[in-house]
């Protein structure tokens, strides 16, 4: 069992940055045996995957519309991962949440993972 809660959130003007964090408390496996990974959901949307880490950090995964403007990072140490955003645009706009899963690397599939957090919420103002 872990518990996952998100950070980060806020209202940012379009270009802007933010950096998102999941810190992962809880029992049981140590932090680095979780891959993790990040999705947003827009309101009247569904779900989408935003990226992904393996539990080393080294294998990185991003979905085609934040690829070149997200880096997804973690530190081990700090039971922490972490969404770096830059270049943020309207259509970013969603609540942000992180995921963590015990099997395999990191994956773009939701059901692939076993735990959430609560959400983040992302505004980018035009």
């Known amino acids: 069992q872990v518990q996952l809660v998100e950070s980060g959130g806020g209202l940012v003007q379009a270009g802007g940055s933010l950096r998102l964090s999941c810190a992962a408390s809880?029992?049981?496996?140590?932090?680095?045996?979780?891959?993790m990974g990040w999705f947003r959901q827009a309101p009247g949307k569904a779900r989408e995957f935003v990226a992904a880490?393996?539990?080393?950090?080294?294998?990185?995964y991003y979905a085609e519309y934040v690829k070149g403007r997200f880096r997804i990072s973690r530190d081990n140490a700090k039971n922490t991962v972490y969404l770096q955003m830059n270049g943020l645009k309207p259509e970013d706009t969603a609540a942000y949440y992180c995921?963590?899963?015990?099997?395999?690397?990191?994956?773009?599939?939701?059901?692939?993972?076993?735990?959430w957090g609560q959400g983040t919420q992302v505004t980018v103002s035009s």
């Open positions: 809880g029992p049981g496996r140590t932090f680095g045996n979780y891959a």
């Open positions: 880490i393996s539990r080393s950090g080294t294998i990185t």
């Open positions: 995921a963590a899963r015990t099997q395999g690397l990191g994956s773009s599939r939701e059901y692939e993972y076993d735990y």
